[in-house]
Each structure stands twice: as structure tokens, then as C-alpha cells.
């Protein structure tokens, strides 16, 4: 067992990358506010452009992610975190030049977006998972991730205030000091060196029915923060914000109180129980008439939120040989990419066919596919696959 206690140089290196990761992810969570006043007020489109700079910023991490994770295995997670961090530091450097007439630039900026965040964390969490002992890798998933969450509040609530009493150019400086930081952050951390054994580019197959796993939750997590607020909009009296706020703050603190329950009781009982806790939450929020109601069905979806990913992701680990860990990360971290096109591309449909009720009731087959999908991996959770000689 690796050292880990509270002074180890691991635990130090951890807290760093962690720090480094927060930097990335306030970048990224700065675009979801400077993204949508760039397109309606200095190109005067529609919120259709919005969407489509999601949609290639997530197709651009989901391609991405396959290569990161066989430049780690080949050449570490350093170098490749690193260049994550790079690359999100050139998107903000293009988002300054972006105005009326280069609406080909801001795609080209929300590509470089998309290939640096899937560098960062899928290196970061690799990182993390590399550093701690094997009775406590769950954990270390958990704790790596409220960087995400963390990040991804402070960004737009950051830009915005800028956006409001500075001006679109001071928001946007901040999708380039954040990722300097970042690199700043990781001057002199040494990383592990890549595992003796080289393997050719190939997909670890024992990650890919994680990785769909992970797909699926992150489909019942779309219909929460897209819809949560024209839901309740819709049924009266507002609050969907308040739904949202609940599933984050369920999240983080699922993540710090429970985060270690994927080690202690294992991945496959800490998956069933996130995907039956996924299914009652969204249908609680389904049938919910106001807010308060809402908010109980978003707090129960954060903490099957918190559970879920280290659970699919110690399954991805677990069942991989040792070479091929970092590629299995990066495998499985793509169905949070892959859970986003298919969210995207079908809850918007669907709540225009049927109604909002019908959006829950789209992450409810989900969530209940997810079930299937962990007893499905009942008699292989856990197995790790012979290490390479």
C-alpha cells in the first residue's frame, strides 16, 4: 500500500492536482456564461448556435479521450495534463479574437475547449487514481471530482460578474489566467512513469460497459440541469434553480461524506444502490407539483450522482491489467461525453413531443437500464484482468 498519510509526498502531489484541476474546470465553466453572450449579442443568433457549440465541444472530448488515454499509457499522465492545461489556455486566447464576423473561430474555440478538457481530466483522474492505495481508489475518484463540481460554479458565476460591471473581455481572461494557473499550480510535481509494458492503440473492452453505464447516468443528470427550471417554470411558481442547487450540493457533499463507500462496500453494490437512488429521485421529480418537492427528487440524484461515477469507474479499473488502466479511464470517462450527445440530441425532442413529464420519464428507462447494466457485470465487477507478463 502506497503511503498516504495526512503530510506523504502523494497526498501533497494529490492536493495539487486537485488545485490544478479546479483552475481547468473554472475555464470551462466560464464558456456556459461568456458562450451565450458572445452568440445573441455580438452575432445576433439564435440560442440553435449555443447548442451547436455544445454539441462539437462535447463530440471533440468524446474523439479526444481515446487518444489521451494511449498517450498516457505510452508516455504518462503528466504530459498529457499538461497539455490539457495548454490547450484550454489557447481556446481562451482565441475567444478574444472571436466577434460578429468569425463565427467559425468561436467553434474552432469550443474544439480546442473540448480536446483540452478531455486531456486535463482524464490525465487528472488517472493522476489521482495512480497516487492513491488500492483500498481507497474509489475515494480518490471521488475527491478528484469536486474539482468538476466546484469549478463548474465558480466559472460562470465568476464570468458573469464580469460580464455585468467589467465587460466580455475581462470574462473572457478568465478562460486564460485560470488554465496559467493551473500550469503554474503543477511546476515540479513529478509523475509516475508510464508502465514498462507498451501496448498498441486499442479500446480496453472491460471498460466499455462502465463506460455505457456512465452514459446512461449521465442522461438522467441532463434532464435535471436542462430542465429543471422550465419544469417548474411550467407547473408554477418557479424554483427549478433551487432543484439544480440541491443535486449540486447533494453531489459535492455525497462526494466528501460517502465518497468512500464504492471501496468499502464495492463497486457493484455502491452501483446498484446509485442507479435505484437515479430512479427515484427523477421520478420524484416528475410527478412533483412545486419545487420543494423537486428539490427532495434533485438531492436523492446527487447522491446516486456521487456514488455512481466511482463505482463504474473502480469496475472499469479493476477489470483492467495494469497496462491499459490510464486507456480504461479514458474509455469510461467518455460516456460522460457520449450521455451529453444523446441527452442533447433527445431531451429537447421529446419534451417538445410530450411535455416535460416525458423528460423524467426518459431518465427513469435510463436509470433503470443502468441497473441492468451493473447486474449484467455482477460476476466480473471487481476482477481485475492478469497483469501482462
Known sequence: MRDW?????????????VLAGLGGFIALGAAYA??????????????????????????????????????????????????GFALLLLA??????????????????????????????????AWAVNLAPDNRRGQAMSLFGLCVWAGLTIGPILAQVLLDHVGER??????TVAPAFALLAMIGVAAPAPHSVQVGFSVPRAAMRPSIGLMFGAVVMATITGFAVLTFDQRGGGGGAYVIAAYGAATFLGRIVIGHLPDRIGAFRSGLISFALAAVGVTIIAIAPSWPAGAVGGAV???????????????????????QRNSALAVYTAGFDLGTLVGGASLGYI???SGYGAVYLFGTIFAIGGLGLVLSMRGSAGRTTAEPA
Not at 5 to 17: G, M, Y
Not at 112 to 117: C, E, F, I, P, T
Open 34 to 83: 461568456i458562450v451565450p453572450e458572445i452568440v445573441r449579442t455580438d452575432m445576433h443568433q439564435t440560442d440553435v448556435v449555443v447548442g451547436w457549440t455544445l454539441t462539437v465541444f462535447a463530440a471533440s472530448a468524446l474523439i479526444c479521450r481515446f487518444f489521451a488515454g494511449y498517450g498516457m499509457d505510452r508516455r504518462g499522465v503528466r504530459s498529457v495534463f499538461m497539455i
Open 351 to 353: 419534451s417538445n413531443a
Open 301 to 323: 440524484c446527487g447522491i446516486a450522482w456521487s456514488l455512481l461515477f466511482p463505482s463504474l469507474g473502480l469496475m472499469a479499473v479493476d477489470r483492467t491489467s495494469r497496462a
Open 92 to 125: 481562451g486566447v482565441l475567444f478574444l479574437f472571436v466577434n460578429a464576423n468569425t463565427e467559425w473561430l468561436l467553434f474552432l474555440a469550443r474544439i480546442v475547449q473540448g480536446l483540452g478538457q478531455a486531456c486535463m481530466f482524464t490525465a487528472g483522474l
Open 170 to 175: 475581462a470574462a473572457i481572461l478568465v478562460m
Open 5 to 17: 498519510h495526512l503530510r506523504s509526498p502523494n497526498r501533497i502531489a494529490f492536493a495539487r492536482i
